[in-house]
């Protein structure tokens, strides 16, 4: 039985949670959580199905084997100071902390300890997440075991630690442009006398179409954008606006400043 303990179910941490709650096999795993508030822990223990434990102190007495650290990366370092970890050979650290490296966590436990950094996004309760990650240690047992965990609330990509920024920036921060983005669909179907539901489907069917083209092979985009625009027509005129007003160097913009802070 390999044990789990997920210290800190915040936003993403619960997400991580609803996901797996659904998708592991009880007979394998069982799951346990720690949060600062301990009626948080009993509210979401009886929500999916699993066990709290009070403190940093009852760790060891439950011998996690795979620990996922969910706090905020400024509650880091006093968290992680008061782990001790006994037969750290067998234990593997799971931090989805935003820029708290690989290496920063080695400095909290000795060399025998295992790590696996990950940058999930919000995605994973519907088990959709697109999940970066990259790992230390010689337990490659436990670092499968845990990547196999990673695969059941998304899709995994083994990146370079020095990715994770720009990682960040395309996956773990882009829902909120594009929740943004869709804000506009959604706002201007709304202005224009559609009833939500209708128009929440076309919108659905249209961005999903239009991405999956723009995203299947080796698709030039302009090539796809000059064949929707008639000269003169009104895409141009709305195609124009996106131009005159700098649409795509916004977002690269709004991606540079995320990978900044990441």
């Known amino acids: 039985m390999n044990k789990i303990l997920i210290i800190g179910t915040g936003h993403m941490g619960e997400a991580i949670l609803c996901s797996l709650s659904k998708n592991i096999n009880r007979e394998l795993f069982q799951i346990h959580i720690l949060n600062r508030n301990l009626n948080k ?23 996690f084997s795979i620990i996922f650290l969910g706090f905020k990366p400024s509650d880091a370092d006093l968290i992680l100071n008061n782990i001790n970890l006994e037969n750290e ?45 990259a790992y230390y240690g010689n337990n ?23 990715q994770f920024s720009s990682f960040v920036s395309l996956t773990g921060s882009a829902p909120a442009f594009i929740y943004e983005f869709i804000k506009a669909f959604k706002e201007f179907a709304l202005d224009n006398n559609y009833k939500e539901e209708v128009s929440n489907e076309f919108i659905l069917k249209t961005i999903v179409a239009s991405a999956t083209e ?25 195609h124009d606006k996106l131009l005159n007003n700098r649409f795509k160097d916004i977002l690269i913009s709004c991606f540079e400043s995320t990978k900044e802070k990441a």
């Open 41 to 63: 822990s009993k509210i979401l223990a009886e929500k999916y199905d699993c066990n709290f434990i009070k403190g940093l102190n009852e760790i060891n007495k439950h011998n």
């Open 214 to 238: 723009a995203l299947s092979g080796n698709k030039n985009l302009d090539d796809l954008i000059k064949q929707i625009i008639v000269p003169g027509g009104p895409t141009q005129a709305g």
């Open 89 to 133: 050979e067998n234990k593997i650290i799971v931090s989805m902390l935003n820029a708290y490296s690989i290496n920063k966590i080695k400095e909290h436990f000795t060399k025998d300890i295992n790590i696996l950094r990950i940058m999930p996004n919000m995605n994973a309760k519907n088990n959709c997440s697109t999940t970066g990650y």
């Open 140 to 162: 490659k047992k436990l670092i499968d075991i845990s990547i196999s965990l990673l695969n059941l609330f998304g899709t995994t990509y083994k990146l370079e630690e020095s």
